[in-house]
């Protein structure tokens, strides 16, 4: 039976749905909408009496503030057009999973597998000049996403001739199950046309590998009953093995680097000469290093009971396609990192980080096929907030960086921190096994066409014809029953071993944990469809959301199959780990798949490639006069990189689980950015975590080393900042680069290669230097577009995140001033640094002298000022970054509501320096203190030996004042400052 | 009161489907002195454990299913259809009910709060959509009613603690619903002007346009209780966002004020229901 159930907005609730439309189709798309309401429409297909689909109705409304009705009902408001919203067939609806779970309970009974329950939004427009072509625009920019979502345009005469369409988006194929073999001997040009049409993304020397892998063993494959060509299973599995995003080709690659005085170097693989060697290195002198490189995410000690794991990862080409579904599946899925690292730990706290197009952008200069900007951060937003906030894990660490070239593909951070008991069950937590006869179990969501190709097209540059079966939509509850089910399961002692199925699905984490045994025997026709109709080789290759695989011994499979029922969820026993060798794959009994783990793990030939320096020369534009500094400052505070993004902050939870001890904005007002965020690992402990997160993309247009040394140091001072020292940091490195392979398309890739090389360089140097190890990372390598004709690449990129420990947090120390008469320190030394700063891109330059790091100046200096925190001699303490000291000032008076008097005269700097390098310039290695006068002399002898002053006070006057030795620069009152700080992007 | 007594309260944390504030709940309970469990709902719907087994039942924050449908909308069907001659029981039994958040969200469609004219069971009062129209995480200050029968709430004056809510704005029936609510004194706490103390309508202080500043309410007996912000949020002095100035002021608290709510909970339930 069908029945409609629509609910609507009730008279003691508004429709600000209805009225955000009406709102944004006026200002941004400028239609003669005049009004707009919406209502929620449920079809359910069941087998049920009507009085059933009524008390279903009863239930779903609430009665004090929504209308429901069964059937259609005509809006009390006049209207002229109908759009109606539903997904597409097979996209993940989760409204309509926890409906249909909700009909169960009214029905007395689960439904079955032949009934079902679609959702979708009615929006009736008011708009008599609004013509089809019009409304249809409104449809699909505003209102959908074409990619996963159905829109119908009705017109009033339609809809009361003929109703509301019905909304079924069953899936229909039935098409039997196939598996096709694919004739590699060919010549070269066709096997690059295999790969290409394949979304294989496999070089030519790849698809040679494989044409002489299967030629040579055409025996064994013939006795096994298969031809000496591979299957479709096969050839997809290997191209999914060896994609970028799994071997992470460009980052192990040979590289043949030429520096600019032409001096020439071998490199073998970055990631081991520079990334993993630093970490090495490290390891030789620090004892919190658990587990690195090897498991889903990195682990270190907390303490002498718990240890801590920590990812951060990228999701960038999915969300550019579909924003919401994207970003929400980039913060769920990075949460699957910690859970399967080790036993499964679990999830603490998230933090987040984009880089988009500034959300201003004129309609016109975004080119067709892009999502504007403004739109894109607002869905992106969305689908972290959901994704976090439903899970139930806070978020410490946010932030945006806007610059015109993420135009094409937007950048999206997302990482968890979990915690894993040093030990469970008498043994190391950290560490899994799998012996053969375990079985080889999947739990978590159903299987279907979502995310198919998602590591291979993530490996690929954005282009019309991109796969738009390549967006997943994260289903945050499922994993939260997941993840709760998987603990108990853990702390039961009921499987050996666990892990993510991400990018590749099955095939990745299957083969993974194969490759550990030795083998393994699967079928895929015991796998669990959303929908019939999967081919073999897309049930091994889907990335549908929400599933981890494990290994489980046999005398417990019976007990984890029956708590996963009792905590309602799937799981499904699809085969046996063995010690054969070989990668086996079935369907119903026949072989489809059958590779040897050495080759699929071990048989990809290295890239070979080369990287030339040519340093850039800019342009130095003049420096403003002094007289302009003050009405600079308040510029720069409402520039998109500095000003406060606390609108769509507070938006996500970030006191969830009671740990949160210095929060991401503070201050009176609790409006100022924090440069770090501090919490406990556990309720009511003393013992906590400072996270902190530096990213500088735009000091890549001089020199990638210094972007990665200022990111480096950025991260480690603003964990100094907040009461943390150095000694026990970890470090994630997260890169995004624009494709740094030369092509005839993409000519200057040499220079981009070099680029990564100098970022590398800068990363092993600074890691080891400050000690602080790289426990995990991740590498994102071609974030170009060509959508709309216009190639667009991104800055390069690196997110350096930290993890520290802290001994007590009750010694954690905030930016804001707090009593007037404290003294104003500033400890480090500025340079003329302007470089790639915000002063010089508010005037459209670059110029040349980028903020370099000495890091054996930055460690004493650091090392001072955690004694002074250790002694609790700061009142208050901030590392300014972009916009320098002078934007540094401000936040200190406006997280107090305190005057500052500042002597710039005073401040700490080389010879020479003008008045606005020196407000201005963003040297690193540098923090702002107020301290007690009474502290004044403990603390100037704890800071003798490094470059300090005492520049002003803190005054009870709503008065920042800037003078030079007596003289007046600047008088900025506090009120000027915070709406320069908060205007920007309040209410965007 | 004996401490041995407190001991003996057993509180009931209700965990699965999305709800998430299971750890820092029994926490407070557990500092409280009573033994906290949490229990997964499916133990009770399949019988394996029973209501009757706890003096106190804490429906707690989070998202049970997503808020699909309206928060706490599933989740309350759920129980009314599965576990509803359970819970009827428990609560006549004159035993404790919190609802924090979701948990609140969750006691309103089920018709646990307030419960005016004796009607167990019927919804009166509903938590729409924030009136800024989004989720917010903010520190609020709540004045408690001094004359409000609720357990929960006895002694407080002024309490500052976290909201993070999406819907939140409470929503009465009818004007005779709200008259009849204030005329049983079953507000227990409202948004408060942190200049003032007194009561407000105005954002961010009332973070959802909520009617009459209502933050949190009960039923008549004051044994039910639900309120949108968080008090197992503010267990620690630490979780306070000016803990710093308040140790510079002097005015640090030994503990999170946020216990207050499960210390009275506790403390009752020893005196009364052990």
């Given at each position: 039976m069908y029945y409609r159930l629509e609910i609507s907005p009730g008279p003691a609730a508004s429709d600000a749905r209805g009225a955000g439309v009406l709102q944004q189709a006026k200002r941004f798309l400028r239609l003669p909408v005049e009004g707009v309401w919406t209502r929620d429409v449920y079809s359910l297909f069941v087998e049920c009496d009507e009085a059933g689909a009524a008390a279903a109705l009863a239930a779903f409304t609430n009665p004090i503030i929504q209308n429901g009705h069964l059937g259609q009902s005509k809006p009390p408001h006049p209207f002229d057009w109908v759009v109606v919203v539903g997904f597409r067939?097979?996209?993940?609806d989760n409204v309509a999973r926890s409906a249909g779970s909700a009909l169960g309970d009214v029905l007395g009974r689960p439904l079955t597998g032949a009934e079902a329950v679609y959702t979708s939004t009615e929006y009736f427009v008011r708009g008599p000049r609004l013509d089809r072509e019009a409304v249809g625009r409104l449809a699909v920019k505003l209102l959908a996403n074409s990619l996963i979502q159905t829109t119908w345009v009705v017109s009033r005469e339609e809809w009361e001739k003929d109703g509301a369409p019905v909304n079924c988006p069953a899936v229909t194929d039935r098409s039997e199950p196939h598996v096709g073999t694919v004739n590699l001997e060919v010549p070269d040009a066709e096997l690059l046309r295999i790969s290409r049409d394949g979304v294989l993304a496999l070089s030519l020397d790849e698809m040679r590998a494989i044409q002489a892998y299967f030629r040579a063993n055409a025996a064994r494959r013939r006795a096994a009953g298969l031809s000496e060509a591979p299957t479709d299973v096969e050839l997809e599995c290997i191209a999914q093995t060896w994609s970028e995003h799994c071997k992470h080709k460009i980052f192990n690659a040979r590289i043949t680097y030429t520096d600019e005085t032409g001096r020439t170097c071998e490199i073998d693989s970055c990631f081991k000469s520079f990334i993993r060697r630093g970490t090495e290195e490290i390891a030789k002198s620090v004892a919190w290093l658990v587990s690195v490189f090897h498991d889903n995410a990195g682990v270190i000690r907390f303490n002498d009971r718990l240890n801590l794991v920590y990812k951060v990862e990228t999701h960038n080409s999915p969300t550019a396609l579909a924003p919401y579904g994207g970003a929400i599946t980039g913060i769920v899925g990075v949460n699957r990192d910690p859970l399967g690292t080790g036993m499964g730990a679990e999830l603490l706290f998230n933090v987040w980080g984009y880089c988009f197009a500034p959300p201003f952008m004129a309609e016109k200069d975004v080119p067709p096929g892009l999502i504007h900007p403004r739109r894109l951060r607002d869905q992106v937003h969305k689908g972290v907030i959901d994704g976090g906030n439903q899970s139930g894990i806070p978020y410490m660490v946010g932030w945006e960086w806007f610059d015109p070239r993420f135009l094409g593909k937007p950048l999206v951070y997302c990482g968890t921190v979990g915690v894993l008991p040093r030990e469970l069950n008498g043994r190391p937590a950290h560490l899994k096994e799998i012996r053969r006869g375990d079985h080889a179990v999947m739990i978590g969501g159903r299987i279907g066409k979502d995310g198919i190709h998602g590591a291979t097209f993530s490996s690929e540059e954005l282009h019309?014809?991109?796969?738009?079966?390549a967006v997943q939509i994260g289903d945050p509850i499922t994993q939260k029953l997941l993840s709760d089910f998987l603990i108990e399961a853990r702390n039961a002692g009921l499987y050996r071993f666990v892990t993510d199925n991400g990018a590749g699905g099955l095939s990745s984490s299957l083969g993974e944990m194969s490759a550990l045994c030795g083998g393994c025997e699967i079928d895929l026709a015991a796998a669990p469809l959303k929908y019939a109709g999967l081919q073999p080789w897309e049930i091994l290759l889907s990335e549908a959301q929400e599933r981890m695989s494990l290994a489980v011994p046999p005398d417990s499979l019976d007990a984890f199959l029956r708590l996963a029922r009792d905590r309602d969820v799937e799981a499904t026993a699809l085969g046996q780990f063995t010690d054969s060798g070989l990668f086996h794959v079935k369907y119903a009994g026949r072989t489809v798949a059958l590779l040897d783990e050495e080759f699929l793990h071990d048989g990809l030939p290295q890239m070979q490639l080369r990287a030339r320096w040519t340093p850039p020369r800019w342009p130095e534009p003049p420096l403003p006069p002094d007289a302009e500094a003050g009405g600079l400052l308040l510029k720069l505070l409402a520039r998109l990189n500095l000003c406060s993004g606390e609108f769509k902050a507070r938006q996500y939870d970030h006191e969830v689980k009671g740990?949160?001890?210095?929060?991401p904005y503070v201050g009176v007002n609790r409006n100022i950015a924090s440069d770090a965020t501090v919490a406990t690992v556990e309720p009511l402990s003393r013992e906590g975590v400072i996270l902190a997160a530096g990213v500088a993309p735009r000091y890549s247009d001089i020199d990638t080393y210094h972007m990665m040394a200022s990111a480096i140091d950025l991260a480690v001072r603003r964990t100094v900042a907040v009461g943390g020292r150095l000694g026990h940091i970890a470090g994630l490195d997260d890169f995004c680069w624009p494709d740094p392979v030369a092509s005839p398309a993409n000519p200057d890739g040499e220079y981009k290669l070099a680029q990564l090389v100098r970022a590398n360089q800068a990363l092993y140097d600074y890691t080891v230097a400050f000690g602080v190890p790289c426990i995990s990372g991740k590498d994102s390598m071609k974030n170009d577009s060509t959508v709309g004709g216009r190639r667009i690449s991104i800055p390069p990129t690196v997110l350096f995140s930290t993890l520290a420990r802290m001994d007590d947090v009750g010694k954690a120390v905030t930016l804001d001033a707090k009593l007037p008469g404290d003294l104003v320190y500033v400890i480090g030394i500025t340079r003329a640094e302007l470089g790639g700063g915000e002063l010089f891109a508010m005037l459209d330059a670059v110029g040349n002298r980028v903020p370099a790091v000495d890091a054996d100046s930055a460690k004493r200096l650091y090392a001072c000022v955690a004694r002074l925190t250790e002694a609790e001699l700061c009142r208050s303490l901030h590392t300014p970054a972009g916009g320098g000291l002078g934007v540094g000032f401000a936040k200190v008076a406006m997280g107090g509501m305190r005057g500052l008097d500042i002597n710039v005269a005073a401040i700490p700097a080389e010879g020479g320096l003008a008045l606005c390098e020196k407000l201005f310039s963003e040297s690193n290695s540098r923090f702002i203190a107020t301290v007690a006068p009474a502290d004044r002399q403990r603390v100037e002898a704890i800071l003798a030996e490094v470059p300090h002053a005492c520049v002003g006070t803190v005054t009870l006057t709503p008065v920042l004042r800037l003078h030079h030795a007596g003289e007046a620069v600047a008088e900025l009152g506090l009120d000027a400052l915070v709406k320069a700080y908060t205007e920007t992007l309040d209410h965007v | 009161m004996r401490p041995d007594k407190t001991a003996d309260v057993k509180a009931l944390v209700i965990t699965g489907f999305g709800l998430n504030c299971e750890r820092e709940t029994a926490c407070a309970f557990r500092q409280a002195g009573a033994t906290a469990e949490c229990v997964h709902l499916n133990e009770f719907l399949s019988r394996?454990?029973?209501?009757?087994?706890?003096?106190i039942l804490a429906f707690i924050g989070g998202f049970s299913f997503g808020d699909?449908?309206?928060?706490g909308t599933i989740f309350a069907n759920r129980i009314k259809c599965r576990l509803g001659d359970d819970l009827r029981q428990f609560v006549t039994a004159g035993r404790l009910v919190i609802g924090i958040c979701n948990g609140f969200q969750t006691l309103t469609r089920l018709g646990l709060v307030p419960v005016l004219d004796g009607k167990l069971f019927t919804q009166q009062v509903a938590l729409a959509e924030n009136q800024q129209g989004a989720f917010r995480d903010d520190w609020v200050l709540l004045a408690a009613n001094p004359r409000s029968p609720c357990i929960f709430t006895r002694g407080l004056d002024l309490l500052p603690l976290p909201v993070r809510h999406g819907e939140g704005r409470l929503i009465p029936a009818d004007e005779r619903t709200l008259a009849a609510i204030e005329r049983n004194h079953l507000v227990a706490l409202r948004y408060a002007d942190p200049q003032s103390a007194r009561p407000t309508q105005e954002f961010p202080h009332n973070p959802n346009g909520s009617v009459a500043a209502i933050a949190g309410i009960c039923d008549p007996t004051g044994r039910i209780f639900g309120l949108m912000p968080h008090p197992e949020a503010y267990l620690s002095p630490y979780n306070h966002p000016h803990w710093a100035r308040q140790r510079l002021n002097g005015v640090l608290p030994q503990k999170g004020l946020g216990q207050q709510i499960f210390d009275n909970a506790v403390g009752f339930a020893a005196q009364h229901l052990v």
């Open positions: 067939p097979g996209v993940t019309a014809g991109s796969p738009t079966q740990l949160s001890v210095v929060k | 394996r454990r029973r209501l009757d087994e706890f003096h699909h449908l309206g928060a």
